[in-house]
Every structure is written in C-alpha cells, then in structure tokens.
C-alpha cells in the first residue's frame, strides 16, 4: 500500500482559494492521480483526475472552470488549485494514484487506486 498524504486544507470564506497538494515519491510514475471528496452523509465523489502520460484532464461537472488539477515536474505530486469556493465544496479531499501499470478509473473511486488519509475543506458563507 503505497503511501499518500494530503496537505493544504484548511477553512475559507466562499469566494476564496486553497490549494491542496499530494506527493506520491514511492511511485516512479503512477499512470494517473486525482482528487476525491467526500462530505458528511454523502458517497465519495471524484473531483479531477490527470493521467500524467498524456496530461489529459477530467473535471466534474460541479468543479469545472474553478478548480484546476496538475502536477509537479516529476509527475508524481498532484495538486488541486480551488477557486471561487462555495460552501458546497465542504468535504474531506482525498488524494488518489494509480500507479504504473494499473487501470484508472476516471472519476470513479475504484480498488484500484491507492487513497490518501484526507484533508479538510470546509467553505463559510
């Protein structure tokens, strides 16, 4: 089980900005990361994924145009920029990696990715 810590949540006015970033150093280079996020009562839902070959990117629908998924120039550190937040995009982030050789599931939370512990966003009104 590969190892993924989350870093950069914290509590923000709506309108506001965070960014969270995910180093993933035990993969050489995962063939995809993402973002995960699960609010109280509700499943866990895919957010961004970025497959590192092709840098080809996937949003959901809620976060397109505001939130913005890269990685660092090893390609195995994702980060997640949040603009504009809104009080909906309260949730525990989860970073998410599948590495070299493994499926991706897009923005389905799939066995096969390896998960992040989370981190904590929560937007105020």
């Known amino acids: 089980q590969a190892q993924l810590v989350e870093s950069g949540g914290g509590s923000v006015r709506a309108g506001g900005s965070l960014t969270l970033s995910c180093p993933a150093s035990?993969?050489?280079?995962?063939?995809?990361m993402g973002w995960f996020r699960q609010a109280p009562g509700k499943e866990r839902e895919g957010v961004a994924i970025?497959?590192?070959?092709?840098?080809?990117?996937i949003y959901a629908d809620p976060v397109k145009g505001r939130f913005t998924i890269s990685l660092g120039s090893a390609k195995n550190t994702a980060y997640l920029q949040m603009n504009s937040l809104k009080p909906d995009d309260t949730a525990m982030y989860y970073c998410?990696?599948?590495?070299?050789?493994?499926?991706?599931?897009?923005?389905?939370?799939?066995?096969?990715?390896?998960w992040g512990q989370g981190t904590q966003v929560t937007v105020s009104s």
């Open positions: 998410a990696a599948a590495d070299f050789g493994r499926s991706c599931s897009g923005l389905e939370p799939g066995s096969n990715y390896d």
């Open positions: 035990v993969y050489h280079r995962p063939n995809c």
């Open positions: 970025i497959y590192t070959g092709a840098g080809d990117r």
